[in-house]
């Protein structure tokens, strides 16, 4: 009873009031502590200057803030630099963006344009734009001027030599021998590291996913090289990657399949028919299907039997996929793939249903002539989500996939390694899933990893002889029969022994097949030539491998072993002197950001030039830096530069990294 003392009566206007003011107070709380959040991130776009000198004072503000950020990042960057590589590119655009910042904070967002130079190892390109900005605000200074300004707020660090403005305002920037020499040694020491990416991401990575009962052709093929390729460049820098083989095994076909199986197997539930040739029996039953009526509606009747999941249906089902899987597995063994996951258009079924209930539920879905569809902003044409006979498409299991791989993998990152021909497909599929609330591209990345088609010599679709689908086995047999000529050419057959020839003749065949394609921009249509990738000049693999096999032989002949390299690493210092030196060790140290430039873009021929960059590279190096020197008669090693020998480690291992990347594998002998 006490406590009703403690209020004493108010008039209902009263309580009205204070209620009302209680709620802007909630407000205003709510205002200052988004922007107390927002200033505590360097973001001041919300604080009012009254006058000059709290202008002064906001500005220190900021400066304080980005020097604290930057050495932040700086300490942080120390702190891993065991686990990650020094991104030499990343730290310089970190630099400049201080130095840009103390110049001219009254800038918004200046461009931070940092590339490698021309006539400086790097170059910053900023002042040109900047001196547009600054005009629009009232501000007269030439390019050349602002270049100066930048140059004289660069903060102090280890890593530049020198700079030196030039040209219209270009800042042409030396890095220091003493910044790149450790670095080499530590590829040595702690052994190829990737750059740092910050936030480690659940990757959905569909690849491959070829089609049961037909073969899989080179477009698949190209799929499977792209897709290894980026989940091993994605593991590689640390995210959790899962590779999806979205297989096509539920649909229409199935019918047709099934029938044609029950009658030339007719025994096909207690033993395993004797299908060798699926492609053969699944032209057969297409045949049969395109000029029997009675068969065609068989066909139907037994796609009705399998979707209500009849043992006996299931059964030959089954079996037809498992033939197929295994036809792909040797495809996949023999490419080196693993961890792929089959998980085909069937996984989905059951989940369809929800979906579509879903979908249907949010009010997504349209009649349309019997069927149901669903547009959204930014699809060009509608998804067909349920066929007039109530069946599903391609369309509803991948709005399925999209929703399973999110909601129940976890994905952060969606990618389709898929023809550039199905672009229209991913753009409503991305769309729809994002206006069903399954996707929010804000936190969420998802991309269509498209790539062109596969060309024959002639620029046609690339197709046998007899104009039917080259079948990958097929393509990959002749890959080897040509790299074994190949090297008989060379009377390597001689020298090596049965399985080292083996060991080349299959790095030659699969690793040309995989970097004639992965060493061409995958949007682009490319000419498949066996030729082409078999040539021992310019950029392929063949080349690459050969390059590799030297460099790994000068140890070799300079009979310094493995354990003694790795010694020398730890105790040599890698001298930089020679300009052949210098260069070779600065296009290794690019290693991270070509990475990094890839993980952004997804093109990974940037690897593959960076690569053949390196092999050059050192051919120059090695024709003119002596690593090894003998005694022209005797042939007696009389002398080893180890920093060199060094330099040669490190460009081998750089490149091996690049092919474990590129699913290439190297041999010691070819
Ligand atoms: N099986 C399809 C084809 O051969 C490719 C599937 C691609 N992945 C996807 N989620 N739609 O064309």
New binding site residues.
């Given amino acids: 009873m006490a406590g009703r003392m403690l209020f004493p009566r108010k008039s209902m206007a009263e309580i009205e009031t204070y209620v009302k003011r209680a709620a802007e107070q909630e407000v205003e709380i709510k205002r200052l502590k988004v922007a107390i959040e927002k200033l505590k991130n360097g973001d001041f776009s919300d604080v009012q200057p009254s006058g000059e000198s709290e202008k002064l004072q906001i500005e220190n503000q900021k400066l304080k803030y980005r020097e604290e950020h930057l050495l932040k990042s700086i300490a942080a960057e120390e702190a891993r630099s065991k686990s990650y590589m020094t991104n030499i590119h990343g730290c310089l655009v970190n630099i400049f963006a201080t130095a840009i910042n103390k110049a001219y904070p009254q800038l918004e967002g200046p461009p931070v344009a940092v590339t490698p130079g021309k006539n400086g190892d790097y170059q910053c390109n900023s002042s040109m734009a900047m001196s547009g900005m600054l005009k629009s605000i009232g501000v007269k200074s030439s390019p050349r001027d602002i270049a100066q300004e930048i140059v004289k707020g660069i903060p102090p660090n280890d890593i530049i030599e020198k700079t030196e403005v030039a040209g219209p305002g270009f800042i042409n920037i030396n890095i220091r021998r003493s910044f790149i020499s450790p670095l080499i040694s530590e590829i040595l020491t702690d052994g190829v590291k990737p750059p740092a990416v910050g936030w480690k991401k659940r990757v959905c990575l569909?690849m491959s996913?070829?089609?049961i009962a037909k073969e899989m052709h080179v477009?698949?093929l190209r799929?499977t090289i792209i897709g290894e390729s980026l989940s091993r460049l994605l593991e590689f820098v640390g995210h959790n990657v899962l590779k999806i083989n979205?297989?096509?095994d539920w649909g229409t076909q199935f019918g047709m399949l099934i029938a044609h199986l029950q009658d030339m197997f007719p025994n096909y539930r207690n033993e395993s028919p004797p299908l060798q040739d699926l492609q053969a029996f699944y032209k057969e039953s297409k045949k049969r299907f395109d000029d029997d009526a009675d068969f065609k509606k068989r066909a139907y009747e037994c796609v009705v039997k399998l979707q209500s999941k009849d043992p006996n249906y299931i059964k030959a089902w089954n079996l037809i996929c498992d033939i197929s899987r295994q036809e792909f597995e040797k495809i996949y063994a023999r490419l080196d793939i693993k961890n792929l996951i089959p998980r085909g258009e069937s996984f989905y079924q059951d989940r369809m249903k929800d979906v579509v209930t879903e979908l249907e539920e949010k009010g997504m879905l349209e009649e349309d002539d019997g069927r149901k569809v669903m547009f959204a902003p930014g699809a060009p044409i509608p998804l067909t989500i349920v066929k007039s006979d109530g069946g599903f498409t391609?369309d509803t299991?991948?709005m399925t996939?999209i929703k399973h791989r999110l909601d129940d993998e976890s994905g952060e990152w969606l990618l389709?390694v898929?023809?550039a021909g199905?672009g229209v497909?991913f753009q409503c599929l991305f769309a729809c899933a994002k206006k069903a609330g399954f996707l929010n591209p804000k936190n969420i990345r998802c991309e269509h990893i498209a790539f062109g088609v596969v060309l024959g010599e002639d620029k046609k679709k690339f197709k046998t002889r007899s104009g039917d689908t080259v079948r990958l086995a097929d393509l990959l047999d002749e890959g080897i029969r040509r790299s074994r000529e190949k090297l008989m050419e060379r009377g390597r057959d001689k020298v090596l022994t049965a399985k080292e020839m083996k060991a080349a003749e299959e790095a030659i065949a699969y690793g040309c097949i995989k970097y004639a394609d992965l060493s061409h921009n995958r949007v682009n249509d490319y000419v498949f030539s066996f030729d082409k990738m078999l040539d021992d000049k310019g950029n392929t693999a063949v080349y690459l491998l050969y390059a590799y096999t030297r460099i790994k032989s000068i140890a070799r002949l300079a009979n310094v072993s493995q354990e003694e390299l790795t010694k020398a690493a730890k105790t040599t210092p890698i001298v930089l002197e020679h300009e052949k030196e210098w260069k070779l060790a600065k296009c290794l140290a690019r290693f991270p950001e070509v990475i990094t430039k890839i993980l952004d873009d997804l093109l990974l021929h940037s690897l593959c030039d960076f690569l053949y960059e390196i092999a050059t590279t050192f051919t120059e190096f090695y024709d003119n830096c002596y690593c090894v020197e003998k005694d022209r008669k005797t042939g007696e090693v009389i002398n080893v530069n180890v920093s060199r020998l060094l330099i040669c480690e490190a460009t081998a291992a750089v490149m091996a990294k690049g092919f474990d990347i590129l699913a290439i594998k190297p041999v010691q002998k070819m």
């Fill in positions: 569909d996913s070829p089609n477009g698949h799929s979205h297989l096509g391609y299991s991948d996939a389709y898929v023809d199905q497909h």
